[in-house]
C-alpha cells in the first residue's frame, strides 16, 4: 500500500526536483545555496533550506544505519541478545526468562493451531 505513492511522488516530485536543482547549479556555476540567489534574492532562504533538512536526514539516516550494523554484528554470536530476557540491561519491572512474552506467546498460537487445524 506504500509503494504505490511512494513511486507517484517520486516520478511526480523527486525526479523533477533532483533535474532542477542539478540543472540550476549548473546554469549558475554556484553551490546549493547561493544558486538560489541569482535566481531571486530572496530566494536564498530555499538554498539554506535545503541544507538544515539535509543535515537533519542525514543524522536520521546514520542512526538507521547504525541499527543495521549492530543487529547484522549480534547475529554472528552464538546467544541472540534478543533471543532470551534474563540480560544485565534489564530491570526489576522486565519479566524473567521464565515469562518472556515470546515464551507466553507460543502455547497461545499451538492451542489455536489444535482448535483450527488447517
Known amino acids: 500500500a506504500f509503494f504505490v505513492p511512494y513511486i507517484i511522488f517520486f516520478v ?50 546514520v542512526v538507521i544505519l547504525a541499527w543495521a550494523i549492530f543487529y547484522l554484528f549480534n547475529c554472528f554470536t552464538t546467544e541472540l541478545p534478543w533471543a532470551a530476557c534474563g540480560h544485565y540491561w534489564n530491570t526489576e519491572a522486565t519479566p524473567t526468562a521464565g515469562h518472556c ?13 489444535t482448535r483450527f487445524p488447517f
Open 12 to 61: 511526480c516530485c523527486g525526479i523533477p526536483v533532483f533535474f532542477l536543482e542539478t540543472a540550476l547549479g549548473q546554469f549558475t556555476s554556484e553551490g546549493g545555496i547561493t544558486c538560489w540567489r541569482k535566481v531571486c534574492p530572496l530566494f536564498e532562504g530555499i538554498g539554506y533550506a535545503t541544507q538544515v533538512i539535509e543535515a537533519h536526514l542525514n543524522v536520521y539516516y
Open 101 to 113: 512474552c515470546l515464551q507466553q506467546r507460543i502455547p497461545r498460537y499451538q492451542s489455536y493451531q
